[in-house]
């Protein structure tokens, strides 16, 4: 670990998860790219592919869920992204759920959350993104309904944040996976999620539109959801959101990512391949905090890859590591 994070971590990690997140993400957002790259380091970063018609600087992304309102982007270009996926975002600011709602778990290598899409609402993450925003970042968000909305109504909300965000978005991500949001996950049965994604993906046009799943869907659930991604029109998958699943002895209500997710998500990559064939990309996130594991999902079949849980326990050099050893 470089020497500035090392100094950093113990300071963090002394800290509640969530106020540790929030300073980090202050120092992020204030110190730009000259703080990312004293950081990131350097070397690793090219590495380009194009996927749904998009060119991306390399394969490795950051998940939605580290910054949600869109506030730290020459950070996260500074410390050699090659995307950045931005919120959960829903077209009117929401609070989230009561805390506590963050957990670290370092001898597991793996954090819990049951945030519930706190953002400061599409309009404003939006705004911040086409100021920061350069040539060549490729930005994609990631798309809620409001916790209050019922699920009759969840498209409405998709496409309203989707109109906010549009010319900010070089792609948009479907969320219907997040535990976090009471029902919310009911919207990944064919019954719903066939519909919901023809809905969005009208309103979308020529912009790709992605939906991100979650790893805790039976073999019969994620076939019929892959019917309905083909159906629908829709771009591609993200593949995966956390999980309820729960190692021995890890307690807490919500969802659990990090490494002890790369069993299930590895799975449902090569799962999602075989349904999907090599029709749609799959951005495969869930437990990648290595070269090695990198690797293996590239070569699983992965487009593309992001990374969240450990860049909070490796830091801000992990992606150049990881980029170098590709």
């Given amino acids: 670990m470089p020497l500035p994070y090392g100094l950093l971590k113990p300071l963090l990690f002394r800290m509640d998860p969530e106020r540790a997140h929030r300073w980090a993400m202050r120092a992020a957002r204030a110190g730009g790219g000259l703080l990312g790259r004293w950081l990131g380091g350097a070397g690793g970063g090219d590495r380009p592919v194009v996927v749904a018609g998009l060119r991306f600087k390399n394969p490795l992304g950051l998940a939605a869920g580290f910054?949600?309102?869109?506030?730290?982007?020459?950070?996260?270009?500074?410390?050699?992204?090659?995307?950045?996926?931005?919120?959960?975002?829903?077209?009117?600011?929401?609070?989230?759920?009561?805390?506590?709602?963050?957990?670290?778990?370092p001898e597991l290598g793996a954090l819990g959350n049951r945030l519930g899409f706190p953002n400061d609402g599409a309009a404003?993450?939006?705004?911040?993104?086409?100021?920061?925003?350069?040539?060549?970042?490729?930005?994609?968000?990631?798309?809620?309904?409001?916790?209050?909305?019922?699920?009759?109504?969840?498209?409405?909300?998709?496409?309203?944040?989707?109109?906010?965000?549009?010319?900010?978005?070089?792609?948009?991500?479907?969320?219907?996976?997040?535990?976090?949001?009471?029902?919310?996950r009911e919207l990944q049965s064919r019954?719903?999620?066939?519909?919901?994604?023809?809905?969005?993906?009208?309103?979308?046009g020529?912009?790709?539109?992605?939906?991100?799943?979650?790893?805790?869907?039976?073999?019969?659930?994620?076939?019929?959801?892959a019917g309905a991604v083909l159906a629908s029109g829709c771009d591609g998958v993200v593949a995966t959101n956390t999980t309820l699943e729960r190692p021995p002895g890890v307690l807490f209500e919500g969802g659990l990512s990090g490494t002890p997710l790369a069993p299930r998500s590895s799975k449902m990559l090569r799962d999602l391949r075989a349904l999907l064939g090599e029709k749609l990309p799959i951005i495969s996130v869930g437990g990648i905090g290595s070269p090695e594991t990198a690797r293996a999902r590239l070569d699983s079949g992965a487009d593309l890859i992001q990374i969240y849980s450990a860049l909070v326990f490796d830091g801000p050099a992990l992606p150049r590591r990881i980029l170098r050893g590709l």
């Fill in 124 to 184: 404003a993450v939006a705004a911040r993104l086409r100021r920061s925003k350069r040539e060549g970042d490729v930005v994609g968000i990631n798309l809620g309904k409001q916790k209050e909305t019922p699920l009759e109504r969840a498209a409405d909300d998709y496409v309203e944040a989707l109109e906010a965000t549009r010319g900010v978005a070089d792609y948009w991500v479907v969320n219907v996976s997040s535990p976090n949001t009471p029902g919310l």
């Fill in 67 to 105: 910054d949600k309102n869109g506030v730290a982007l020459p950070f996260w270009r500074a410390i050699g992204f090659g995307f950045v996926e931005f919120g959960t975002v829903t077209p009117r600011p929401q609070p989230g759920n009561e805390g506590p709602r963050m957990w670290r778990f």
């Fill in 191 to 204: 019954a719903w999620l066939e519909g919901l994604l023809r809905r969005v993906k009208g309103a979308a």
């Fill in 206 to 225: 020529g912009t790709p539109l992605l939906v991100k799943l979650s790893p805790d869907l039976e073999a019969a659930a994620l076939a019929d959801a």
